[in-house]
């Protein structure tokens, strides 16, 4: 993970991942985003604005599991998509308007290829 944040020029202090159920992240979006949805994943930075980026990650693995499914892809693919995305979003890249979103898949896949490559 440390290659991902010092390629994308972002200094990584700390970071966590928490993996949880849907129910579980589905009260932390309701909670602290109020969206009343399922997501796999939500992304917290814990640092102020230019400091070393400290996050939380939470990830659902069951929305993981269901999505890798759906889209035919292996768990252990899927999961690491995720992971990416989460630390992407944690060195700036958002996925809200098409463009953003295009260029975050463009991001994960980079680093699917990368680290599946090793």
């Known amino acids: 993970m440390l290659k991902l944040f010092r390629k994308e020029k972002t200094q990584l202090e700390q970071l966590n991942y928490i993996f949880c159920s849907d129910e579980y992240l589905l009260s932390i979006n309701r909670d602290f985003l109020q969206h009343d949805f399922y997501t796999d994943i939500i992304s917290f930075e814990m640092a102020d604005k230019g400091h070393p980026s400290q996050g939380e990650i939470y990830i659902s ?34 996925d809200k308007t098409k463009k953003e979103e295009l260029l975050m898949r463009q991001k994960e896949e980079e680093y699917l290829s990368l680290y599946f490559k090793q």
């Open 61 to 94: 693995v069951d929305r993981v599991r269901e999505n890798a499914n759906l889209h035919r892809e292996s768990f252990q693919r899927e999961l690491h998509r995720v992971i990416f995305h989460g630390a992407l979003h944690l060195c700036g890249y958002r």
